[in-house]
């Protein structure tokens, strides 16, 4: 890093960038890095996750931040490709040319971002991969025109099943599910931010479009030991063989386009070890495959952020061992103990662990909550026959098993859980039953008491 004059200066500019929008943008560390990283590396980056998790808001800012072009679009169905690629060129048209108008448009733009994605049609879906893979629109009568694309940014609420948009998938190399808020501390943070508007952290100084050029010239230039690319060899094998997942050459080379800028951007000419760590974020394709995926990366590159996420596997465990056995109480305090422990880690990897073992915590603690009470009401058939119908509420927090061993059956025409009975049965003797079996008297309505 020494050998560029103010090369040292502009990596320290990308931490203050990362830093503002994490005190912008809660529970994003990881995702911000990357959009970082997307920029530097010229790689594309895909959100998952439900509406109103500031996927948007990533992008907005990050471009605001480098001063550049951003061409941004909600896709659906019905989207046309001239919303992309701009209207027909109608005095040019009129002159026997045909071509688009794009300016302003993604062909123009610096910065692309998709919203619902793999909702658009194969008629917006197939111009959109050249785009992305060359940076290249063909323009009708002006011929190809080279793209001044910079990143490529997408988001979708599910990764996508039919064949259609799957080679559109592929192309989004850097990959994160997204959730909402977790930690209580950052929700009153974003309390105090959007409506109180407490937030007072300065914005830094804008990058300007040949800076951002600078880095991405310095990262061509970051070393790639061969022995760092034998290890990441070894990943790739062992997350296929545990995962099913397919990771290419072209995906692999892609890879490190990413591994370098993060050596960068943490200040190191050559990639070391830890770097090959956001391999996590590009070998995978499904959601079951990202816990198994990051074990395995971590595992090679770094042993003690391996064990720091085992905490994770362990809440999960508990979590549906609880669940599954019905033990909620016992589950609760166990998770607890590891909820204390987390609590205390400080780093960026520390926090992020924290916040899963949180989640667990708090989804078994609402369980525990609703399985105070449950509430049946008791339905007539004929005059020798009855049946005790179980409340939705109380359904979901109880398993299959658990509810079959308390007497329950399930009506598949209709979704519900129910008690079938003699009327000269009492509810005494029903109450009695799920409470031998389950721990709780329920609250027995009868036909129209709600």
Not at 55 to 66: F, G, V
Not at 151 to 167: K, T, W
Request: glycine share 6%; proline share 3%.
């Amino acid at each position: 890093m020494q050998g560029v004059t103010g090369l040292k200066d502009l990596v320290k500019k990308l931490h203050r960038l990362q830093s503002y929008i994490d005190s912008q943008i809660y529970e994003r560390e990881a995702e911000t890095v990357s959009v970082i990283l997307a920029l530097l590396s010229g790689e594309s980056c895909l959100f998952i996750g439900d509406a109103g998790a500031a996927k948007t808001q990533h992008i907005h800012m990050i471009s605001e931040l480098t001063g550049l072009s951003l061409f941004d679009t909600l896709l659906s169905e019905s989207t046309k490709p001239d919303s992309i690629f701009g209207p027909t060129d109608v005095p040019a048209l009129a002159k026997g040319r045909q071509r688009n108008k794009i300016d302003g448009y993604a062909p123009t733009s610096e910065i692309l971002f998709f919203d619902e994605v793999f909702k658009a049609n194969g008629i917006v879906l197939n111009p959109m991969l050249w785009l992305l893979n060359e940076h290249k629109y063909r323009n009708g009568d002006d011929g190809v025109i080279e793209c001044p694309t910079m990143a490529v940014f997408a988001a979708s609420n599910e990764i996508p099943s039919d064949e259609a948009s799957r080679p559109i998938y592929d192309r989004f190399l850097i990959r994160h599910y997204v959730s909402y808020i977790k930690a209580n501390t950052n929700l009153d943070r974003l309390f105090n931010s959007a409506i109180v508007g407490k937030n007072k952290v300065s914005r830094p100084e804008p990058f300007t479009k040949e800076e951002i050029l600078r880095l991405r010239a310095a990262v061509k230039k970051v070393k790639v030991p061969r022995d760092l690319w034998s290890i990441a060899i070894k990943v790739r094998s062992q997350v296929q063989q545990a995962t099913g997942v397919v990771i290419s050459d072209r995906r692999m080379v892609k890879a490190f386009n990413v591994v370098k800028a993060y050596a960068l951007f943490m200040g190191k000419p050559v990639v070391e070890l830890e770097h090959l760590s956001v391999l996590t974020n590009m070998f995978w394709d499904t959601e079951n495959q990202v816990r198994k995926t990051r074990n395995i990366v971590l595992a090679n590159v770094n042993a003690k952020q391996s064990d720091l996420y085992s905490y994770v596997e362990t809440a999960q465990s508990i979590y549906d061992k609880a669940v599954n056995t019905g033990e909620i109480k016992d589950g609760l305090k166990k998770i607890m103990a590891v909820f204390k422990v987390t609590k205390e880690f400080s780093t960026q990897a520390g926090v992020e662990t924290h916040r899963y073992v949180e989640d667990y915590a708090r989804k078994l603690k609402g369980i525990y909550d609703q399985r105070k009470e449950m509430t049946i009401t008791r339905l007539a058939d004929d005059k020798d026959y009855a049946w005790y119908k179980l409340s939705e509420s109380s359904s979901q927090v109880w398993s299959t098993k658990q509810l079959r061993s308390a007497g329950f059956k399930f009506r598949r025409n209709f979704g519900y859980w129910y008690i079938p009975a003699f009327r000269k049965n009492t509810d005494e003797k029903v109450s009695a039953k799920i409470f031998k079996v389950l721990g709780i008297r329920p609250k027995i309505n009868k036909l129209g008491e709600y």
